[in-house]
T-cell receptor
Framework: KQEVTQIPAALSVPEGENLVLNCSFT??????LQWFRQDPGKGLTSLLL?????REQTSGRLNASLDKSSGRSTLYIAASQPGDSATYLC?????????FGTGTSLTVIP | NAGVTQTPKFQVLKTGQSMTLQCAQD?????MSWYRQDPGMGLRLIHY???????DQGEVPNGYNVSRSTTEDFPLRLLSAAPSQTSVYFC????????????FGPGTRLTVT
């Protein structure tokens, strides 16, 4: 069974800092990996989707990398802003099923 | 496009009651799924469907039923609610299960007393 882990569980940084969130998974036979953002009491918003054949994807200040062989992905956020405060979740797709990590709660302090 | 919609937003049930959580999407997506989100557990897959008439179990299917009679709708039925089913439920859809981005609904917060 696929298991997805996200470290750290919580992170607090001052505004303007660059930061990295980590996601690891146990089964490298994945179709793709997706990063989401979740604001309190809300649904999930897709940030980046990395296909299994890709190494990274970029969108604005966000850059996500994927290393299937080591079972790891990172989400890099440049020049963090208070509006980036949210929980960040990664999910991998194995077969027909999506498996989620428990998330990293990010607080960006003004 | 409305995207993925869920009703109701909030629901309180008594133990043993039944109810249906509604999910609809207007993006002509073949793949739809239901998750529950509990503190410290992340999102766990309950049931999914790869197209109209086809459903399958996810990680935590016990106590829940689904059917998929149309591409647009994927309701989740709680047959006899239990306090352990208190959770936030999310519906999601995508063009397919493999390489496609998932889109999520706003969620239903369910409390079973």
């Amino acid at each position: 069974k696929q298991e997805v882990t996200q470290i750290p569980a919580a992170l607090s940084v001052p505004e303007g800092e660059n930061l990295v969130l980590n996601c690891s998974f146990t089964d490298s036979a994945i179709y793709n990996l997706q990063w989401f953002r979740q604001d309190p009491g809300k649904g999930l918003t897709s940030l980046l989707l990395i296909q299994s054949s890709q190494r990274e994807q970029t969108s604005g200040r966000l850059n996500a990398s994927l290393d299937k062989s080591s079972g790891r992905s990172t989400l890099y956020i440049a020049a963090s802003q208070p509006g980036d405060s949210a929980t960040y979740l990664c999910a991998v797709i194995t077969g027909n099923q999506f498996y989620f990590g428990t998330g990293t709660s990010l607080t960006v302090i003004p | 496009n409305a995207g993925v919609t869920q009703t109701p937003k909030f629901q309180v049930l008594k133990t043993g009651q039944s109810m249906t959580l509604q999910c609809a999407q207007d993006m002509n997506h073949e793949y739809m799924s239901w998750y529950r989100q509990d503190p410290g557990m992340g999102l766990r897959l309950i049931h999914y469907s790869v197209g109209a008439g086809i459903t399958d179990q996810g990680e935590v299917p016990n106590g829940y039923n689904v059917s998929r009679s149309t591409t647009e709708d994927f309701p989740l039925r709680l047959l006899s609610a239990a306090p352990s089913q208190t959770s936030v439920y999310f519906c999601a859809s995508s063009y397919g299960s493999g390489s496609y981005e998932q889109y999520f609904g706003p969620g239903t917060r369910l409390t079973v007393t």
